[in-house]
């Protein structure tokens, strides 16, 4: 008799109690939970390597999978940073503490602990993300005791991690172009120093380009000298048919200003002096190479800043919705009656083992 009552108290305790209350719990309290899910990929236009299934349907509708970037992402939605954003945006702590939610579903439903830490470890029970590893799509699901509320929480999510995807974006082009933009700023103010310099000769000697001026004084000494040849000829004509013809002079005054004329171009193009061109063509020559390689230098910075920036924008990540987040029309958790057959299933497991060992016991005693 005191064995049967034993049984029966054992039973009661590890059997009937537990699923009473699982029937009462799931079956009369048990909040309804809704479900919102939402999948994405998150891929940039880099080439990757051949693959098979959808993960290949996927590179060939321009997609191309980066796989350590969707980790990253991933696990910003999972972590303190997006609670406290959300909890911002959103008021978490209000959403799951609603009046209609039970007193074990909601958050602090004791009321004993109503910090962000306590909400941070709420919120990894409510939210899930997974990734399917061969085709790089993650699936966002989202739990919350109404679906308008999973819905609004899922989506903010995925806005967040857009965010997160273009800052990292933004960061990286600002990375890869910050060197060659400095580079091609110096370049410019060279160019520009250079160019200051040049118009300062210029404005300082009369001259735009020594160059074209040494043609235009070698033509003029040509032309020159062509008169002062045919003065000469005159001269030797007159000589020789009217030596006293007073002509001879004039002619010769006329020969005399001809070879001053040239003497002084070809001192000017020619000389030591300051004013000469050959002292003015050092100068003149050094700030035209520099210019030269100054241009060059800014000519392949801006091809350098340019090759940068297209490889930033073949760098750039993107976050594509595959599936957006929906709007659960019915409430899909607690599974109500596997939670209930489960309590029974387990409870009577844990009573057949008490009963085993409690009569090992007695068979040992006894």
Do not use: C
């Not at 910050?178 to 060279?190: H, L, M």
Request: charged share 25%; no cysteine; glycine share 4%.
């Amino acid at each position: 008799m005191l064995k049967q009552k034993r049984l029966s108290w054992s039973f009661v305790l590890i059997v009937i109690i537990p699923s009473v209350f699982s029937i009462i719990y799931f079956g009369l309290i048990a909040s309804d939970r809704y479900v919102s899910s939402s999948s994405y990929v998150i891929r940039s236009p880099q080439k990757t390597a051949s693959a098979g299934g959808l993960s290949a349907f996927l590179q060939s509708s321009g997609f191309a999978r980066s796989t350590d970037d969707a980790y990253v992402v991933n696990d910003f939605m999972m972590s303190r940073d997006a609670v406290t954003k959300l909890q911002k945006e959103l008021d978490l702590k209000k959403i799951y503490t609603h009046a209609h939610i039970d007193f074990l579903s909601k958050f602090d439903g004791m009321g004993l602990d109503n910090t962000m830490e306590n909400l941070y470890k709420y919120y990894q029970d409510r939210v899930k993300v997974t990734m399917e590893s061969t085709s790089s799509i993650s699936t966002l699901e989202v739990r919350a005791y109404s679906a308008e509320e999973a819905y609004k929480i899922n989506n903010k999510l995925l806005n967040m991690a857009e965010d997160l995807v273009n800052g990292l974006n933004a960061r990286g082009r600002q990375d890869l172009i910050r060197t060659s933009a400095t580079e091609v700023v110096v370049a410019q103010k060279r160019v520009e120093a250079i160019s200051a310099e040049l118009v300062k000769f210029r404005s300082k000697n009369q001259i735009f380009d020594l160059e074209k001026q040494a043609n235009i004084d070698l033509q003029l000494v040509s032309k020159l000298q062509d008169q002062l040849i045919l003065v000469q000829t005159q001269i030797a004509q007159v000589q020789l048919v009217t030596p006293e013809n007073p002509q001879i002079s004039i002619l010769k005054e006329r020969e005399k200003n001809l070879e001053n004329q040239i003497s002084k171009i070809k001192g000017q193009m020619l000389g030591n002096g300051n004013s000469s061109y050959n002292n003015k063509s050092i100068e003149y020559e050094r700030l035209m190479v520099a210019k030269e390689v100054a241009v060059k230098q800014l000519a392949g910075a801006m091809a350098t800043l340019e090759q940068n920036k297209n490889e930033a924008e073949r760098k750039q990540l993107y976050l594509e919705r595959i599936a957006q987040p929906n709007m659960a029309d019915a409430a899909i958790e607690p599974k109500r009656f596997k939670n209930i057959i489960s309590t029974i299933l387990i409870s009577l497991i844990l009573w057949g083992i008490y009963s085993l060992l409690a009569a090992g016991v007695r068979e040992h005693q006894g």
